[in-house]
């Protein structure tokens, strides 16, 4: 029995969210060096997947100005609070849809880039979830999942990661982190 098989797959609760937004998270993975993992283009359309209250979702944003961020969270509340902080820093280029991760709110290959962060492991149906992902990016999209180690009892291991997001159409292209956590980049397999 895997780590995920035991837990029972829940988002963290929007009223814990001040947790998700200490700033002594940036020591372990800024939002400055996950946006350097994400290569991303000033026009690049971009799904956040669980954002929370929107801790990566700033640096993101800012990286993609003549682009479009588009954030899904299954917890309205969760989107407010994003919504909320982005729009305090002025970022209008911004969507906030509320749904689950394996009934995304999109049209098929049309995100550049998909980015889940410490989320993949709370998703009751991780097979699904990836389909969904890979139906709607683009054919030369990238999918980069983050996991950290420390503190998330939603944890998944790297081989546990590669091989399920392998098995969901998804090839491995690029590695990034330390020892507590760690960022694999997915093109989609043609």
């Not at 407010?80 to 689950?100: Q, S, T």
């Not at 420390?150 to 491995?172: H, K, N, Q, T």
């Amino acid at each position: 029995m895997t780590m995920t098989e035991r837990h029972r797959h829940e988002p963290m609760p929007h009223t814990h969210a001040h947790h998700l937004l200490n700033p002594l998270r940036g020591l372990i993975l800024s939002p400055k060096g996950l946006v350097k993992r994400l290569n991303l283009r000033p026009d690049a359309t971009v799904l956040e997947l669980g954002p929370g209250p929107g801790y990566f979702s700033l640096a993101v944003a800012r990286a993609v100005p003549e682009g479009k961020l588009v954030l899904v969270d299954v917890q309205q509340e969760m989107l407010d609070m994003a919504k909320e902080r982005l729009e305090g820093e002025g970022i209008g280029h911004v969507e906030y849809r509320r749904a689950d991760a394996i009934s995304l709110p999109a049209e098929s290959e049309s995100f550049d880039v998909v980015f889940l962060v410490a989320v993949l492991g709370e998703v009751p149906d991780r097979g699904a979830c990836l389909r969904e992902i890979h139906r709607v990016l683009r054919p030369d999209g990238l999918l980069a999942i983050t996991e950290f180690k420390v503190g998330d009892p939603d944890f998944i291991p790297r081989p546990e990661l590669l091989a399920s997001v392998e098995s969901a159409g998804f090839r491995s292209c690029a590695r990034h982190g330390l020892l507590f956590h760690y960022t694999i980049s997915f093109c989609k397999a043609a």
